[in-house]
């Protein structure tokens, strides 16, 4: 079992910045590709950026492409989500997500490939 936890969220003027934290539990966490979601109101949850278990490689949706980027400290268990020049568009909850299956090296964009789910932080952006 792993348990994820993420904070850091919090109400931000257009064009400002956020890092977002995700702590996990458990030993095996470095094995593990990371990835970060989000979900707005009456919107599906839909894929950000994602880590492979090592950190060396990272891959984000086009909207957030040279905005956002995501890392990891294996030592710390934690993956992070800085987020610069946030537009309003990128109001919603935030998910970290660990995926399925160890030292894996490709990139997935859907949330069956992963396993585990942190309880989600808010992150709003004012016009």
């Known amino acids: 079992q792993m348990q994820l936890v993420e904070s850091g969220g919090g109400l931000v003027q257009a064009g400002g910045s956020l890092r977002l934290s995700c702590a996990a539990s458990g030993r095996t966490f470095s094995r593990y590709g990371t990835g970060w979601f989000r979900q707005a109101p009456g919107k599906e949850r839909e894929f950000v950026a994602a880590v492979t278990w090592s950190g060396t490689d990272t891959f984000y949706a086009d909207s957030v492409k040279e905005r956002f980027t995501i890392s990891r400290d294996n030592a710390k268990n934690t993956v992070y989500l800085q987020m610069n020049s946030l537009k309003p568009e990128d109001t919603a909850v935030y998910y970290c997500?660990?995926?399925?299956?160890?030292?894996?090296?490709?990139?997935?964009?859907?949330?069956?490939?992963?396993?585990?789910w942190g309880q989600g932080t808010q992150v709003t952006v004012s016009s």
């Open positions: 997500a660990v995926r399925k299956g160890e030292y894996l090296t490709d990139f997935v964009l859907k949330r069956h490939d992963y396993d585990y």
